[in-house]
């Protein structure tokens, strides 16, 4: 058994040093990119860092921007880990905001602790259904999860512009679109008087759920074959179907209560621009991290470092948001570009890597 | 029939033809791609890209036959940038088409910035001398720019190159049997290569159309998720460009009556009618996808495989 605990720490130390080298090249490739358009990319670096983990105030910013990045990238990875792939958590995010923002204005309590649970079973309730339809779609007629997803992102921006634009509109001020301001008892605890609030610890707690339950339970290990061998799964007669549907459906309520935290926590109310993009941030925080649940949330804590450094420095240093977008994507590239070569060295095999990618879109006859 | 109705019937259908075009590019490249056995779903971030470099371009030059090369050698780059992901790297396909998205958004935002608003020289329109004049079909088909009539000879082309000539022969053997197409002598990777370059320069094109003649300027995210509708047709069509017109058209047409509805005073709130086209075009795949289930699979067989030569 010695040997199989080194073999496992070979391959997370391997996948770490691909990550980071991965990080490493995109940082110098956005250098360059920097240098073009006439920026220092020392000085953006170096504000970045200061902004991110300078001092005890940043870095619970950083916190604050890391809690839904993480709870996006947990809601990928569970659906990942029996082969489903959900991009579409952005719209799933924006959907456990619009439940918890109807529990809010609607139900009347008079303590928190009536409130906030309904808030956020509201939210995961409307995220769970909006990733149940690419899910039911996907299992029964084959419609590839990836393009459905990502529509629906779409469309549920425009749910959430109906809404505060119309049936929600806040009644005392209609020249902006938000709806009413949430009662005071919606508002999700915060930690150590700072912007920091209950949400990290939903993260945090699922992660260690997930990290004890996948490699323990006998649900675990049926979602572990139907994701490496969804034949072979269907095979020993596990319902792959049933499984993987409710996966897409848990993958999507996790990512609502990033949207359920943001409203209650930080906005209190719905507005539009809920989300600069932590679906897509929390998909990049779960590729990099390889789909660990422990290791998405160190992820998401650096690149809530990225996100909050960059923003610090949006109005010192008029450092457009769009810089980390850039960044984002060249780190994906980065990772994808030395995945293979990863995979070699843990000597996972060539095949068992490719061939997880392309039945993505191809329909299942 | 009512004059007024059968007015505004044309009017949607014009704005069909009009609103299907950016789509129809990045649709029909996508096929080009896909029939070699690359599967690029970053279309979005292309075609973020081409709207913005074709707007960037004709503001410096005035030209707009510039900008739209611009657009397309943009495009270009960005296909090769992920073929050589998807060939040498081996990388996942999937995988790097979001990044592609990340990436072309983050992009096009950033050099974007100061041409929002900006008044730009657009695409013209051109009137088809007597096609035209035609009752009904004319205001449909023949009142527009010369990017919409070049579909009409685009799509017939693409469909005769793929299953006529041998052109087409080894871009289809390239994606079906990528070995036996390497045992006749034909160069799998570089015909993968040239695919994925010229569906992606289609992308960038179809990105140009909406900033240069559709929507006339530059906005951020001004594709609103129409290089995911093009992924989705592709599929929709069975990788056949005619299909594809019929998608595209079918996507064209929620927009513009969506718009028309908007324009006409329909007491409907924008944002409901806006979600129309996503809403359809899941709709069409889905009821596509079920139809098809039980009849011979059309996806070409190496799609999204990386190709490992024997040795």
């Known amino acids: ?365 | 029939m009512n004059i007024e109705l059968s007015e505004f019937l044309i009017a949607v259908a014009a704005g069909m033809v009009r609103s299907a075009t950016p789509v129809l590019y990045a649709t029909l490249g996508e096929i080009i791609t896909e029939r070699s056995g690359i599967l690029n779903v970053g279309l979005e971030g292309i075609m973020l890209v081409g709207a913005f470099t074709g707007v960037a371009i004709t503001y410096q030059t005035h030209s707009v036959g510039l900008g739209l090369v611009a657009a397309m050698i943009a495009g270009l780059l960005l296909g090769l940038f992920h073929a050589l992901l998807a060939i040498y790297f081996q990388a996942n396909q999937v995988g790097v088409g979001i990044a592609m998205t990340i990436f072309g958004t983050g992009l096009s935002a950033y050099l974007g910035m100061d041409y929002v608003g900006k008044q730009i020289n657009t695409l013209g329109t051109f009137k088809l001398p007597l096609l035209s004049d035609i009752p009904v079909i004319g205001p449909i088909f023949f009142s527009h720019d010369i990017l919409v009539y070049a579909t009409f000879i685009l799509v017939p082309l693409i469909a005769f190159i793929i299953n006529r000539t041998r052109l087409g022969l080894t871009l289809r053997a390239v994606g079906e049997e990528p070995r036996s197409a390497a045992a006749a002598g034909i160069n799998v990777e570089l015909t993968r290569y040239i695919a994925t370059a010229c569906g992606a320069a289609l992308a960038g094109l179809g990105g140009a159309y909406l900033s240069l003649a559709y929507a006339q300027g530059w906005s951020e995210n001004i594709t609103a998720g129409r290089g995911w509708i093009a992924v989705g047709l592709v599929l929709f069509a069975s990788w056949n460009p005619f299909r594809a017109l019929i998608g595209a058209y079918l996507f064209g047409g929620a927009i513009s009556l969506q718009l028309r509805l908007q324009a006409a005073g329909l007491d409907v709130s924008p944002y409901l009618l806006g979600m129309l086209p996503y809403v359809l075009v899941i709709l069409v795949l889905s009821i596509s996808t079920a139809r098809r289930k039980n009849a011979p699979s059309s996806v070409p067989t190496a799609l999204g495989l990386p190709y490992i030569p024997q040795v």
Not at chain 1, 170 to 199: C, Y
Request: charged share 10%; glycine share 10%.
């Open chain 1, 1 to 365: 058994m010695v040997s199989g605990h080194w073999q496992k720490l070979r391959r997370a130390a391997l996948y770490t040093l691909g990550s980071l080298t991965a990080v490493l090249i995109a940082f110098l490739i956005t250098a360059v990119f920097l240098l073009l358009v006439g920026r220092n990319p020392i000085e953006v670096y170096i504000g970045i860092y200061q902004g991110a983990f300078g001092d005890s105030f940043s870095f619970s910013e950083t916190l604050v921007a890391a809690t839904p990045i993480m709870l996006c990238g947990l809601g990928v990875a569970i659906a990942q880990w029996l082969g489903m792939m959900n991009v579409g958590v952005e719209g799933q995010l924006y959907l456990g905001a619009i439940g918890a923002t109807y529990v809010a204005l609607n139900c009347h309590f008079t303590h928190s602790w009536q409130l906030l649970p309904l808030m956020l079973v509201g939210a995961a309730i409307c995220g769970g259904f909006w990733s149940f339809i690419p899910a039911i779609l996907r299992v029964t007629i084959g419609v590839s999860e990836v393009i459905t997803t990502l529509l629906m992102n779409y469309i549920a921006l425009l749910l959430v512009e109906f809404l505060i634009h119309g049936p929600w509109e806040d009644p005392n001020n209609v020249s902006w679109p938000q709806t009413a301001a949430f009662p005071a008892i919606a508002e999700l605890p915060h930690l150590f008087a700072t912007r920091v609030h209950l949400g990290i610890v939903f993260g945090i707690g699922i992660a260690l759920l997930f990290a004890f339950l996948l490699p323990t339970t006998k649900i675990g290990f049926i979602s572990r074959v139907i994701g490496s061998n969804p034949d072979a799964a269907e095979y020993a007669h596990y319902k792959v179907k049933r499984y993987q549907v409710w996966a897409m459906i848990i993958s999507g309520a996790v990512a609502a209560l990033a949207g359920f935290s943001q409203v209650s926590a930080i906005e209190g109310r719905l507005r539009s621009g809920l989300s600069p993009g932590y679906g897509y941030t929390g998909f990049l925080a779960c590729w990099l991290a390889r789909h660990n649940p422990i290791a998405i949330v160190i992820v998401s804590i650096l690149i809530g470092g990225l996100l909050s450094g960059a923003d610090s420095l949006q109005l010192s240093a008029k450092l457009p948001f769009a810089t980390v977008n850039i960044l984002q994507g060249m780190i994906f590239f980065c990772l994808l570009a030395t995945e293979q070569y990863i995979n070699k060295l843990t000597s996972k095999s060539n095949i068992e890597s490719n061939t997880e990618s392309p039945k993505v879109l191809r329909s299942e006859a």
